[in-house]
């Protein structure tokens, strides 16, 4: 049984990226579903698609590489079922110099950090990747 899915769904993707792998399999949720869609706005990855096998729902992730070498630089997992990490939308701005982005789930659903700071809305911080 898996606790935390959008740590192995990141774990996942982090895995795949290091073996150089065109496509990434990951259990199907609607929140990594939300997650990969920001990804690919941002251009973290080139495309998903929800594949169901036998019953059971996948997600096929096409993972993006520039010039040989990952698009991906670090996927981390922020908030942990053991430890809730929650910002305010004053304290939500750029990171990494806006070559990164945070995800965060707000009450407005799953946005960047971009979005939420624009919003006005904080929530508790998912992921982050640059």
Not at 22 to 27: E, F, S
Not at 34 to 53: M, N, P, Q, R, W
Not at 87 to 115: C, H, M, R, W
Request: hydrophobic letters at 35%; proline letters at 2%; charged letters at 30%.
């Amino acid at each position: 049984m898996m606790n935390d899915i959008i740590a192995d769904a990141l774990t996942r993707i982090r895995n795949a990226n290091m073996r150089k792998r065109d496509t990434a399999t990951l259990v199907y949720a609607k929140i990594v579903e939300a997650i990969l869609k920001i990804f690919k706005e941002k251009g973290y990855i080139d495309s998903y698609h929800v594949v169901e096998e036998a019953g059971k729902k996948n997600i096929q992730v096409n993972l993006k590489y520039e010039n040989n070498k990952p698009v991906i630089n670090e996927i981390k997992r922020i908030s942990k079922s053991g430890r809730r990490v929650y910002k305010p939308a004053s304290e939500i701005k750029q990171f990494k110099n806006g070559y990164g982005t945070i995800i965060i789930t707000t009450s407005k659903g799953v946005l960047s950090n971009d979005e939420a700071h624009h919003q006005g809305v904080g929530g508790e911080v998912l992921c982050t990747i640059w």
